[in-house]
Nanobody, 115 residues
Framework: QVQLVESGGGLVQPGGSLRLSCIAS????????MGWYRQAPGNQRELVAT???????YHADFVKGRFTISRDNAKSAVYLQMNSLQPEDTAIYYC?????????WGQGTQVTVSS
């Protein structure tokens, strides 16, 4: 089993920044893809960014140039640096890790962008 704990969410004004962290524990050996998803009220969960075990990133078009995913395998951690936040970025942000045939999810961290 893998446990994921997110942190770093909060309330920020438009144009501001936040850095989300996700730390994996448990059977972390063999974790491959890690990523961030988000879900706004009334919307489906959507992919924000992912990173492979070797650190190759992918960012959804709507966050390119604003968000950056990074990873620290020694700490079993994945991060999401979010800049130029806008109200439409308001959502619960979830961390996901893939190990073998299983996907693991964190509980989520709320990000609210409002003036």
């Amino acid at each position: 089993q893998v446990q994921l704990v997110e942190s770093g969410g909060g309330l920020v004004q438009p144009g501001g920044s936040l850095r989300l962290s996700c730390i994996a524990s448990g059977e972390t050996f063999g974790i491959n893809l890690m990523g961030w998803y988000r879900q706004a009220p009334g919307n489906q969960r959507e992919l924000v960014a992912t990173t492979t075990g070797s650190g190759t990133p992918y960012h959804a078009d709507f966050v390119k140039g604003r968000f950056t995913i990074s990873r620290d395998n020694a700490k079993s951690a994945v991060y999401l640096q979010m800049n130029s936040l806008q109200p439409e970025d308001t959502a619960i942000y979830y961390c996901k890790a893939n190990r073998g045939w299983t996907d693991y999810w964190g509980q989520g961290t709320q990000v609210t962008v409002s003036s």
